[in-house]
């Protein structure tokens, strides 16, 4: 059934301004709603020692005022006029984004051109936006049971120091940010010719391209930042630690592969593996470790996409008095069986029905078409390849697969971190 | 670009409308009711059946039994293993899911409309002919009871369990899950006589979104389910929400939290009220959003908090209001302050023009953004017609809100935000919290994360920085009914923590995790009896080599006075 299928492609149309910022639009008339994507070249890899968390705080500073938009009035702008908006950080790259009914988009590109061109940076403001990522980190991983567990393996996993610190930071890193840090960022990272926009969803081209021109066109180049590196050799930096969490109400652990690059033939086979281990009720592990052993309560699994060296994560939460080594051999005999035999025929055509599925259902939103396409321009310096995705995937052949599997997960070069419930006693 | 015209945000390219899908409508012979849009933007089928009951709709000594039996309906049927379905449906790859809320049940499935029949054909196995396998129901209660367990670790769960307690009170809402016990005591043929008793096509609603046409999809449902036989649909009373009197303040000691989790509520509206856009508006202008008046403050002026809102849950036979933050534990009072100055405020200040303009341009534009996908417009018409919302409730909705004046604002926030009978409830750390909070209320209770009343005087103590050391063997003689009964505590501390053990003529308790606040002692002992749990609860204040104080337990009314000394 999956060969027959035929997704329509979408429209895209890329183009550069004389100041180096890339832009694609992406029309589709379906709902009168259009979505703004801004992502800046800029993520926790380009952070160095004792400066750790700075791509992100500096994402809070982006909604406290330019020269026209008063602090905070981004928010504002963008809600009194029936929008949602946010920003996030990842390793690689810091992204923000709005998504509004399609008769404001002049306010969108009005936004998001005048804090590129006028970023308001004081004490005052960097001070507040510090307190609250330091509550984040509290909210979101000091007070989560098993909240620092994805922070850990990385450190495990990765040997370069840009792979390895968290997008969060330190505190301490975050005390020590100055004014000055915050400013030198921005005239560095937040330069158009360091950033691609993308629109995608409603809109008339021409008044789009005028728009972006007038909002965009005078804003100054800057010079380009130092390329960083961000290669690893295959080894992984360490191969065991227990780690004590005090929140746990039970033990768990997290096994952490390093893999090649995204979208790499074989980074695209483990991917599919994956699926193939964990993913769904009818996945191996699932049926598997919660079905047939009965022995977790929990089973998950993810792949973490980089430019550089990525990775892969096999994590359980056992049900208590289960031995976790039986656990863990049995994930390995999984792992096994795939490197020797592939996927099955019914695995195939599964994958390839979700595949297909879930590239229509990604298709709906504005804002999600707007994000991979981005995405594609920034990494791939093309944005066209959204609508190759779905092909690339579905012609991943179950040997591909099985010697991926073979090459960089049914082997010992692997992180194993062990999670102690400390909470009591 | 001059700079001139950057000086002030631009204005909008002309509106474009955005019309909403209109349904079409009919119903079976056994009663089942199917309303179907069509949807052809993308290949996509959206399903929902839905049942007009839920979990407060269960016998009350059978909780947890809807949840239970929805979550079954795919772990085996007549033709099929639990295997088996797992792998027809994501063979597909669809999704079939089945759950309960409070007040309704729900399969939702969806694939590509290619698949449709297939997709249909699995609902109806799910939903006619489950069988509901004994090892299969026994896999289900035992994780169910571990994830009842780790749920006790998220201070959101513990915030959101005290607070329908208080709001609710005999009330089946009240009860956000089902205990360990009531899991344990499910049985297959109990799950088979509820699905007999409540999965009937008269109390249900079949919804379909997507890529079909009209006349098939009505064929494809009539020849799944006209075979289903319709029943007669139980009618359950409630009693009403217990009437909040005075501000009460109730802590869940989670010690060494490195933040304080509040929630401020009132009992508010259910979601066919008259008031439900007024109190949209209001809840807007007031919380709902990182532009709303609680976020500006609390965050934004303040730093307090990653973020601060307010959130109303109209449901059906009521709902509540809630005021909400997690903040770094030493600013859980200012954060009080805050949030009752903004609540006062919205109560006795008209909103300007410009902020209800504000809030309504929000809620309209964000509408057909909400509708932009099929799972988010299906998400919408499926509250319309659960909640037997008007016919044109989504045309009209966008005109509803525009409708809304200031004084509808003021008016809805004087009637329902209570600031002087607000349940104040805060997960964190109790020695650190109470005596930021306790101001706020002359009524205090303390729990701990297992929901175990602590005595919240063991943290109104003088700190000197240092606790008691309590550990050693104490020889104690408890007072029952004028008699005297020994009993033995052993007790080792570790920092501010107790493990040990209590002896007592009924059997030996251990003690994991009691709390030592400067002379004070809460700890709860686990005592096997006859084949059951049962918790002892010890507040002792320690002096010197002696100790007296309260033993409380299920068993006995009242709490038991000890008096006692220590043998090192």
Redesign the interface.
Known sequence: ?SEA?KLAPLHIEEYSLENGLRVVLNRDD????VAVAVYFNVGSRNEREGRTGFAHLFEHMMFQGS??VP??GH???I??????MNGTTSSERTNYFE?????????AL??ES?RMRSLAVTQENL???R??V???K???Y??Q?YGQIFDLINEMIYKNFANSHSTIGSMEDLDDATVHDVQEFFRIYYAPNNAVLVISG?FDPK?AKQLVD??F??IPTQALPEDIDVNEPSEVAETYREWED?????PAFLIGWKIPPRRTPKFNALYLAGKTLYD???SRLY?KL??GD?SV?QLFGFTDERRGPSSIFIGA?P??EMDLSKIRAAIMSEVRNISEHGPTA?EM??M???????T??M????MTRAQHIAEYTLYDGDPALINMELDELLNVTPDQIRDAVREYLNTDNRSLLDVVPA??? | MTQAIRKTAPEPLAPIAFNTPSPFSTTLANGLRIVIFEDRRLPLVSYRLAFFSGDANEPADFQGIGAATASMLSEGTRNFSSRELAEKIERLGASISASSSDDFTMVAASSLSLYNSELLDLVSEIVLLPSFPESELDLYKRNTIEHLKFQRSQPGFLAGEQTARILYGEHPYAKTSPSPEDVEKLTRDGLVDFHARTYLPNNAIMIVVGDVDLEEAVADIDSRFKRWMPGEVTETSFPQFPVARERTLTIVDRPGSAQSNIVLANVAIDRRSPDYFPFLVMNQVLGAGASSRVFMNLREEKGYTYGAYTRFDAKRFGGDFEATAEVRTAVTGDSLKEFFYELNRIRNESVSEEELNDAKNFLVGVFPIRAETQEGLTNLIVSQYLHGLPEDYLQTYRDNVRAVAGADVKRVAEKYIQPEKIAIVIVGDASEILTQAESYSTEVEVFDTNGNRLDPDIYNVESDGQPMDVSGSWALSIDFQGQQIPVSLNLTQTGDTANGSLETMLGNGEISGGRVNGNKLSAAALTEIQGETVEFLINGTVNGDSMSGTLSAPVVPEPLAFTGSRSR
């Open positions: 059934m299928f379906a709902v009168p709603v020269e026209n602090k905070a928010f504002q702008f809600m009194k006029a029936g929008g949602t998504t509004l009914p399609a008769s404001q988009l002049p306010l009005w936004l005048d001070d507040n936006q307190e609250a330091k509550e984040e509290r909210l979101r000091d007070n049971p409603s008044t007038s909002y066109g005078d005090k929140l746990a109400p039970f769904g009720d009818s049926q919660v079905k009965e309560i939460i049900k208590p019914d055509q599964k390839h029905n979700q595949l297909i599925n879930d229509v259902r298709r709906q939103s504005s909470g009591k006693g």
